[in-house]
């Protein structure tokens, strides 16, 4: 694997969500972070030292870094993961989001659905 930058015009359709399932489901582990701003992820790998390697993503794609972020967490991976980012890139588009078009449950005990009137 090269470490030259690289440019994929899929970049902006990446979230935050995708980013985070992909991670999780890999083994990565969320770590505490003392503040909202930042995701911070623990690998199941340590680098060359021994110490554990962390991938940190802004956790809003608002923020202005996040595209600088998400580019070089993509690059990372494609690195220790030994695969094309494109291919990195191209599963954390297909990782499973909540589809917020379905609408949300309801209380425990209330209906979202009501009875057709009659008459």
Known sequence: MNNLPW??????LIRVVGIRSYLLRRGWQLQPYP???LLVFGGRNDDDD???????VPSSERMRDFPMRVEELIAA???????????????ILQEPTPDSSLPTPE?????AVTAPRVG
Not at 7 to 12: E, G, H, I, Q
Not at 50 to 56: R, S, T
Not at 77 to 91: F, K, M, Y
Not at 107 to 111: I, T
């Open 7 to 12: 440019v994929d015009p899929r970049l902006p």
């Open 35 to 37: 503040g909202p701003e």
């Open 50 to 56: 021994g110490e554990p390697i962390l991938q940190v």
């Open 77 to 91: 991976l494609s690195v220790l993961e030994d695969r094309p980012a494109g291919d990195i890139l191209t599963d």
């Open 107 to 111: 209380p425990h005990g209330a209906s």
